[in-house]
């Protein structure tokens, strides 16, 4: 039986030169994965780190961000990934509502730590890119309402396509080795809903596999080829309705890479619409959060399953990260929302809790069923003003971006948030490295300044 739509996309990833992608996507690869790395050290402290390292623990050459452990490939892998999403903090792109780097860094990183040869800092951020195409498509190209957790399922190819790519397959290994992931894909919503701690492990499952399938078929191993659209194949079975033409449509001359976002704040993407509409109320109106009587945001179905749940009182950090009350209630309080914002002693603030009992999520009749906004947010003052505000672009997106300054600083205050925090010359060091990647002769520079 012949490939499908999954053979061209494989192409992409292989044959794709640095030349080919253009300096736009270039520029946002290299922004992205210095983010992505410095986010990975902060979740260095993700409450399953250390049990995902003891329960791995064996001689291996890969390194793990933030950490002076060295692991098996496989298992530097999954603590890489889950390292990066531990914290809410990763980038996404909001209309594929997928996590498109982290996934495939865990497996990249791990890869690069295997190869007996330098790999120069071009190739990964080819890598990067082209991974990012394969994960943002599969997401766009979704028309159902979102059943499995995507950046663990549409993340998953990402990961097999960077990793194939360092650890040199060739297209029909690819191929199989996207067969033999597809037989791995993993990722259940159920611990989204709840706020389980083990939702960004299900990220690091997701690199294990990645890895674990590339090295299966560069020793032959072959999977089934209609990987996306056979009967049993990934959109039949993890997305429902669909348009498969997009998938392919403009490969290799739009960048999906262009159109990620970043995070401004640790928590849900889809939390950062109502927290970015309730700062520009409070700085136009001139109000504090003591003003407040009510707030009602207005919000389409996706992000009111992602984040409209209550807070309440002994939430787990994954869960506060996942409530779109409890980060408003913050942004209101503090004027941002930060790493602490979701620590015991913040979690069980009265007055924190008391706003944000005051904040309502509710649906508006959006039919898109993987729009994260616009959202309409209206704060009741206590006086009885009402004021309210349509969020179109978010912050972090690239129609509202943030600043070089900005992002820097969130890469600062990440690589100094980690369990061993990273030396202020090793974090200068690598946003010099990071700047003049396509100049590294082996992209370890980089990275030797991030672990232990």
Same mark, same amino acid.
């Given at each position: 039986?012949?490939?499908?739509?999954?053979?061209?996309?494989?192409?992409?990833?292989?044959?794709?030169?640095?030349?080919?992608?253009?300096?736009?996507?270039?520029? *946002?690869?290299?922004?992205?994965?210095?983010?992505?790395?410095?986010?990975?050290? *902060?979740?260095?402290?993700?409450?399953?780190?250390?049990?995902?390292?003891?329960?791995?623990? !064996?001689?291996?050459?890969?390194?793990?961000?933030?950490?002076?452990?060295?692991?098996?490939?496989? #298992?530097?892998?999954?603590?890489?990934?889950? @390292?990066?999403?531990?914290?809410?903090?990763?980038?996404?792109? =909001?209309?594929?509502?997928?996590? &498109?780097?982290?996934?495939?860094?865990?497996?990249?990183?791990?890869?690069?730590?295997?190869?007996?040869?330098?790999?120069?800092?071009?190739?990964?951020?080819? $890598?990067?890119?082209?991974?990012?195409?394969?994960?943002?498509?599969?997401?766009?190209?979704?028309?159902?309402?979102?059943?499995?957790?995507?950046?663990?399922?549409?993340?998953?190819?990402?990961?097999?396509?960077?990793?194939?790519?360092? $650890?040199?397959?060739?297209?029909?290994?690819?191929?199989?080795?996207?067969?033999?992931?597809?037989?791995?894909?993993?990722?259940?919503? @159920?611990?989204?809903?709840?706020?389980?701690?083990?939702?960004?492990?299900?990220?690091?499952?997701?690199?294990?596999?990645?890895?674990?399938?590339? $090295?299966?078929?560069?020793?032959?191993?072959?999977? &089934?080829?209609?990987?996306?659209?056979?009967?049993?194949?990934?959109?039949?079975?993890?997305?429902?309705?669909?348009?498969? $033409?997009?998938?392919?449509?403009?490969?290799?001359?739009?960048?999906?890479?262009?159109?990620?976002?970043?995070?401004?704040? &640790?928590?849900?993407?889809?939390?950062?619409?109502?927290?970015?509409?309730?700062?520009?109320?409070?700085?136009?109106?001139?109000?504090?959060?003591? =003003?407040?009587?009510?707030?009602?945001?207005?919000?389409? &179905?996706?992000?009111?399953?992602?984040?409209?749940?209550?807070?309440? !009182?002994?939430?787990?950090?994954?869960?506060?990260?996942?409530?779109?009350?409890?980060? *408003?209630?913050?942004?209101?309080?503090?004027?941002?929302?930060?790493?602490?914002?979701?620590?015991? !002693?913040?979690?069980?603030?009265?007055?924190?809790?008391? +706003?944000? %009992?005051?904040?309502?999520?509710? %649906?508006?009749?959006?039919?898109?069923?993987?729009?994260?906004?616009?959202?309409?947010?209206?704060?009741? +003052?206590?006086?009885?003003?009402?004021?309210?505000?349509?969020?179109?672009?978010?912050?972090?997106?690239?129609?509202?971006?943030?600043?070089?300054? #900005?992002?820097?600083?969130?890469?600062?205050?990440?690589?100094?948030?980690?369990?061993?925090?990273?030396?202020?010359?090793?974090?200068?060091?690598?946003?010099?490295?990071?700047?003049?990647?396509?100049?590294?002769?082996?992209?370890?520079?980089?990275?030797?300044?991030?672990?232990?």
């Amino acid at each position: 039986m012949t490939a499908d739509a999954i053979e061209p996309l494989c192409r992409h990833a292989l044959l794709t030169t640095y030349d080919d992608i253009p300096a736009p996507a270039r520029d *946002a690869t290299r922004i992205f994965l210095l983010d992505s790395l410095g986010v990975g050290v *902060a979740g260095s402290r993700g409450p399953l780190a250390e049990a995902l390292v003891d329960a791995h623990a !064996a001689p291996g050459p890969a390194r793990v961000l933030g950490r002076r452990d060295t692991l098996p490939a496989a #298992a530097a892998a999954l603590v890489n990934a889950y @390292q990066v999403h531990a914290i809410e903090f990763d980038c996404i792109h =909001d209309a594929a509502v997928v996590h &498109p780097v982290t996934v495939l860094l865990g497996a990249a990183l791990a890869v690069v730590d295997t190869l007996d040869r330098p790999v120069p800092g071009r190739e990964l951020l080819a $890598a990067v890119t082209v991974g990012v195409d394969v994960a943002c498509r599969l997401g766009v190209a979704s028309r159902a309402k979102m059943r499995f957790f995507r950046p663990g399922t549409a993340g998953a190819f990402a990961a097999t396509a960077a990793a194939g790519r360092l $650890a040199g397959l060739d297209p029909p290994q690819l191929v199989a080795a996207m067969g033999i992931t597809l037989a791995q894909l993993c990722g259940t919503m @159920q611990a989204h809903a709840e706020g389980s701690p083990l939702l960004p492990a299900q990220a690091g499952f997701t690199a294990r596999n990645a890895v674990v399938a590339c $090295a299966l078929a560069a020793r032959g191993v072959t999977g &089934p080829r209609q990987v996306l659209g056979g009967p049993y194949g990934y959109f039949a079975l993890f997305e429902g309705e669909h348009d498969a $033409a997009t998938v392919l449509e403009d490969l290799g001359r739009s960048w999906a890479i262009a159109e990620v976002s970043h995070k401004p704040f &640790p928590s849900g993407r889809a939390t950062h619409g109502i927290v970015d509409a309730c700062l520009g109320l409070a700085r136009e109106h001139g109000f504090a959060a003591a =003003d407040v009587a009510e707030v009602e945001a207005r919000v389409p &179905p996706l992000t009111h399953q992602l984040v409209g749940r209550a807070a309440a !009182a002994g939430m787990q950090p994954n869960y506060a990260r996942l409530c779109a009350a409890y980060a *408003a209630a913050c942004a209101l309080r503090n004027g941002t929302v930060v790493l602490s914002d979701f620590e015991q !002693a913040a979690l069980a603030d009265a007055d924190t809790l008391a +706003l944000a %009992r005051r904040i309502r999520v509710e %649906r508006d009749a959006s039919a898109d069923p993987n729009a994260l906004s616009p959202v309409t947010v209206t704060v009741t +003052l206590a006086g009885g003003q009402r004021v309210e505000r349509t969020q179109t672009a978010v912050y972090g997106s690239p129609a509202k971006p943030m600043s070089r300054e #900005a992002h820097l600083q969130k890469f600062r205050d990440n690589c100094a948030a980690g369990v061993e925090p990273i030396a202020n010359e090793a974090v200068e060091a690598a946003i010099a490295a990071a700047d003049r990647i396509e100049d590294l002769e082996d992209v370890r520079e980089l990275l030797d300044r991030l672990s232990g």
